[in-house]
């Protein structure tokens, strides 16, 4: 885990040594009492699946006036037929970026495909340097994200990995000085902690890159894509729209396809890497947002899938708020998430996240940023989010305080999350299908 490969040989990436093992054989007190109490792992097996920061590790940013916390742990998934499947999600996490004490950069890349390991590990690996050689990073934060994930992507399509079915989703949150921007490829997520007068409360800052969305159905369609379920592709009925909810689609969410053909079958419409799926419409341009932190602003959740799949965006964060430090909220978080599968299915996905609490911005600093809406701290935002687009509905909200936020965000638009799809195949995330004119003589669906 970590942000490899970094020609920055001054930054601090503390989750390099801490790849995928667990720091001791036996969890500590503090931490044990965190894991599951039940399920097919026994607690010796479940910690060895476990990569998870040592400590919480603080970092002071003198000239910005307030320092933060973070964490990361990430799961191995248990697949009752692969009980040696890689985990395919990687985390980055990165202080000192780009040797500016006042910056530090996140990660969280989920995997999909036979080669979805490789696919984040690569998208993890060349990040860094991508960011630090873009000539725009260094004024322009947004343009430099939009180009290092655009380019990683062309970059993993020209390298040994076999990215024609398989790639990655990628949630990078950027915090520099006072300035948070989160850039989101796929349907991992960031969340920020909001304080509200009546709690804290969950705020969305990416928004899934899914045929729900209807404009990312129409903008597919425009490159050649077919947007049918499962059953519509059995039936032969042809396209329709009015996609709602997972739990209405009978856990059988939208697809994209080739004209007349049965693959790729990709759940989301944007990713890294899935060259088969490009040639439909999926592409790996990133939606940003920008928040300028606020004394309102408690933490932020960057996680993968594995974590929302069946907990709400209020569900991540109550759960997070109830506990002091990142380290603790982290472990507890995916053990939440890993029981939550097993209530509904035999498996669970890798589940991994980074939790990064802020503390001191109350503090004030020369020449602070303006901010139109001072409690949200809400200053651009690039992804579309407006009321006439409908979002994917599923089957748990994920966030549910629409009332008390849209008081707190008056000028921001709220939207309602739910719950992902629950119709992967018990091997994973794929469907089987064949394509006649593709080198390999059978592909596979990618889910999300």
């Not at 697809?255 to 759940?267: H, I, Y």
């Not at 053990?335 to 109350?362: M, N, P």
Request: glycine content about 6%.
């Amino acid at each position: 885990m970590g942000c490899g490969g970094s020609k920055n040989k001054n930054s601090v990436d503390l989750t390099t040594l801490q790849r995928f093992s667990a720091p001791t054989n036996v969890p500590p007190e503090r931490l044990s009492v965190l894991l599951p109490k039940t399920g097919p792992l026994g607690q010796t097996n479940y910690w060895n699946r476990l990569s998870l920061s040592k400590q919480p590790h603080e970092v002071e940013l003198t000239k910005s006036r307030f320092s933060l916390k973070y964490a990361f742990t990430s799961l191995r998934g248990f697949y009752p037929d692969a009980l040696q499947k890689s985990n395919q999600d990687e985390v980055c996490a990165n202080q000192l970026f780009g040797e500016n004490l006042e910056q530090l950069l996140f990660a969280v890349f989920d995997g999909h495909g036979s080669e979805g390991h490789l696919c984040a590990q690569f998208a993890k690996n060349k990040l860094t340097d991508n960011l630090l050689s873009d000539k725009t990073f260094k004024h322009d934060p947004q343009q430099g994200l939009r180009s290092a994930l655009v380019l990683l992507n062309k970059q993993l399509h020209s390298s040994r990995i076999d990215d024609s079915m398989s790639g990655t989703t990628a949630i990078v949150g950027l915090i520099r000085d006072r300035t948070l921007y989160v850039a989101n490829v796929g349907d991992s997520r960031a969340v920020l902690a909001l304080q509200g007068p009546d709690g804290i409360i969950a705020r969305p800052l990416s928004n899934d890159q899914t045929p729900f969305r209807a404009d990312e159905r129409a903008r597919v369609r425009t490159e050649g894509a077919e947007v049918l379920t499962m059953r519509q592709m059995e039936t032969g009925e042809g396209e329709t729209d009015g996609f709602t909810s997972e739990e209405e689609q009978g856990g059988d969410p939208p697809r994209l396809w080739a004209p007349g053909a049965s693959w790729p079958g990709t759940a989301f419409t944007r990713s890294i890497g899935d060259s088969v799926a490009e040639a439909i419409g999926v592409c790996a341009e990133p939606e940003i947002e920008t928040v300028d932190l606020v004394p309102a602003h408690r933490f932020l959740v960057l996680a993968s899938d594995g974590v929302f799949e069946f907990m709400s965006n209020d569900d991540v964060v109550q759960l997070v708020l109830a506990h002091p430090d990142p380290q603790s909220a982290a472990v507890a978080l995916v053990s939440a998430a890993y029981s939550k599968w097993l209530d509904y299915e035999q498996r669970t996905d890798d589940i991994s996240c980074v939790i990064i609490q802020f503390h001191g911005l109350e503090h004030s600093v020369p020449n602070p940023p303006a901010v139109p809406d001072l409690q949200s701290g809400a200053r651009t935002t690039s992804f579309n989010s407006s009321e006439d687009q409908p979002l994917q509905q599923k089957n748990m909200p994920r966030s549910s305080s629409s009332a008390s936020l849209n008081a707190i965000l008056s000028k921001e638009v709220t939207r309602k999350d739910s719950r992902r799809d629950v119709s992967k195949s018990p091997s994973g995330k794929h469907v089987l299908s064949t394509v006649p004119s593709i080198d390999s003589a059978s592909l596979t669906a990618v889910g999300t």
